[in-house]
T-cell receptor, first 116, second 114 residues
């Protein structure tokens, strides 16, 4: 299994501020996909943002953006203008591109709490 | 609406019992997956299936069994051999042509041993 590391178990941010979650991964592959999933208190997993490794441009989805550093094997998530609804656990995930089984490997997660 | 339905939402198991968690999808996805979620450990893959009548072990398959008799259904049985079954279980589905979009997840089943 691929190793995905999220080094921040918990983070707290004031409403309207910015928070950055870190994720590193270990792979010898050149082509792969990276994802950030959000799991709010309802525990429903929601795809936040995705990145294809062959694309150099960092992905952006509204207030969510990533900083993809392929050489460093780093994939951080930035949440801008944090809202109370952003309170959730966030998981970084990795999937190989050239594989028959397209399995997702997940990090341990980072719990984000947005304070009013 | 297309999606994945997991049932029940909460399940209680006595020591020594086998229990089965249901997972049904109407997305016409070929692949289905079972993950276990424990605090501080993220999601760990139990079993996956990419085609009907075929499935593969994931990273923590011991004490679990699955079947894939229909494309829409992928039930997970937690057997008495699983020594620490209390956890949150997530089912997911995916399609190879859509792998760059990851998986679609169900809402999960919370299993507690009593």
């Amino acid at each position: 299994a691929q190793t995905v590391t999220q080094s921040q178990p918990e983070m707290s941010v004031q409403e309207a501020e910015t928070v950055t979650l870190s994720c590193t991964y270990d792979t010898s592959e050149n082509n792969y996909y990276l994802f950030w999933y959000k799991q709010p208190p309802s525990r429903q997993m929601i795809l936040v943002i995705r990145q294809e490794a062959y694309k150099q441009q960092n992905a952006t989805e509204n207030r969510f953006s990533v900083n993809f550093q392929k050489a460093a094997k780093s994939f951080s998530l930035k949440i801008s203008d944090s809202q109370l609804g952003d309170t959730a656990m966030y998981f970084c995930a990795f999937m190989k591109h050239w594989t028959i089984d397209y399995k997702l490997s997940f990090g341990a997660g980072t719990t984000v709490t947005v304070r009013a | 609406d297309g999606g994945i339905t997991q049932s029940p939402k909460y399940l209680f198991r006595k020591e020594g019992q086998n229990v089965t968690l249901s997972c049904e999808q109407n997305l016409n996805h070929d692949a289905m997956y079972w993950y276990r979620q424990d605090p501080g450990q993220g999601l760990r893959l139990i079993y996956y299936s990419q085609i009907v009548n075929d499935f593969q072990k994931g990273d923590i398959a011991e004490g679990y069994s699955v079947s894939r008799e229909k494309k829409e259904s992928f039930p997970l049985t937690v057997t008495s051999a699983q020594k620490n079954p209390t956890a949150f279980y997530l089912c997911a589905s995916g399609q190879e042509s859509l792998r760059n979009y990851g998986y679609t997840f169900g809402s999960g089943t919370r299993l507690t041993v009593v």
